[in-house]
C-alpha cells in the first residue's frame, strides 16, 4: 500500500509497509537511492534489534550509522553542524543520501541538514513515532529552534520516499501515541467531519494499536495532508490550516522551555482546545460542535491549561504567539473553525485580547 505526493518540485512515494527492513534496500534501489554510501541517523531510543537489522540490510558500502538522543532541546544550530561536519569528513556529495529513522524532531533535524549540505542531497524519512508518520514525514517543512521561538530557522525539503512502519509503534508509551494522535485529530477537524466522529468512536482503539483501524486512520490521515500539500506546497494559503491549535500549541511549549512536562503532541491537543473555544467566543464554531472536541479531548484527558500555566504564564505565552511564522504585523494571526471541516484563515487578533482570552482559560 502506497500513496505519491506530488508538489511542483518533487513527486515522492509513501509506502505503507510492516517490519521494513526486510524491503527496504529494494525499495531504496527502486527509487534511485544509492545503497552504498549512506548517512543513516536515528534515535537511540529505537530498540537496538531493530537499528541492527537494518545495518545488517546495508552492511556492504560506506554507510555511517550515528545514533542521537532526540528531544527538542537538541534541535538546534549546534546538532546542525554536527551533522554537516560528518557529511564533509566523509565527502558526501549531492548524489548520496541521509536517512533518518526516528520521530518528528529527528526528522526536522536531519531534512533540514540534507536540504542545506551543497545545497541539497537527496533525504529518506522513515518516521517511528505516531505523529511523524501522519504529520511532519510528508509536506517536506523542516525546522529548528531558536532564542525566539519553535521552528524558526527552517526551509522546505520535499523527501525523496517515506517509509511509513506501523511496527514501530508497538515500542512506543502511551503518551507517545497520543502524542501523534492530536495531529490526526486536527487533521479531521479542519477537513472530515465523518472522520472526527470516527475517531472519536475509535481512539481507544487507534491508541491501543489495534491494527486495522489504525491502518485506517493513518492511511486517511495522510491522505488529508498530502492533499493540502499538493495544493500549496509553500504554505501560502490552505495549507496555513494544518496550523489549527499550533499557534497556542507552539507559544506554549516555549514558555515551557520544551521541557518533558509538555510534549508537542500535548500541546497541540491543549491548542486545539484553545483555538475551538476561541472559535465558539468569536461567533464562529457553534456551540453544539465546540462541545464535541470539548467532550472528546476531555476524554483524552489533555484539557487542563492550569496544571501547565498560571498568570503569570500568559504574558510569555502571548509574546510567543505574536513571534509566530503567520504573523505580518505585531497583532496574532489565529486558523479558527468556521465548523467541523470548515477552517477560517487569517483571522488577527491584538495581543491584549489574546491575553484575556488566556486569562478565562488560565484563571477562571
Known sequence: MKL???????KYPIYFVANSHINFKKILIKNNINTKKLMVVHDKNIPKNIINKFKHTLKEGENIFL????NEKIKNLDTIKKLLNILGKNNFNRNDTMICIGGGIAGDICAFAASIYKRGIKFVNIPTTL????????GGKTGINNFSGKNMIGTFCQPNVVITDITFLKSLPKREMICGYAEILKHALI???????????NFKNI????????????????????????????EVNLRKTLNYGHTFAHAFESTLGYTNKLNHGEAVL???????????????LPKSELELIK??????????????FNKKSIKRISNFMAKDKKNYSKNINLILLKKISKPLLNNVYPKIKIEKFLNTLINK
Not at 4 to 10: A, E, G, I, M, P
Not at 131 to 138: A, F, T, W
Request: with cysteine.
Open 207 to 234: 491508541l491501543n494499536l489495534s491494527p486495522n483501524i489504525t491502518k485506517k486512520a493513518i492511511f486517511k490521515s495522510c491522505k488529508i495532508k498530502k492533499s493540502i500539500v499538493e495544493k500549496d506546497e509553500r
Open 131 to 138: 505523529l511523524s508518520q501522519v504529520d511532519s514525514s510528508i
Open 191 to 201: 477537513s472530515d467531519k465523518k472522520f472526527f466522529i470516527f475517531l472519536k468512536n
Open 270 to 284: 491543549l491548542g486545539i482546545l484553545a483555538a475551538s473555544k476561541f472559535s465558539n467566543k468569536e461567533g464562529f
Open 295 to 308: 467532550s472528546h479531548i476531555k476524554e483524552l484527558k489533555y484539557n487542563n491549561l492550569k496544571k501547565y
Open 4 to 10: 505519491f505526493v506530488k508538489t511542483r518540485y518533487r
Open 67 to 70: 545514533a542521537l538522543k532526540i
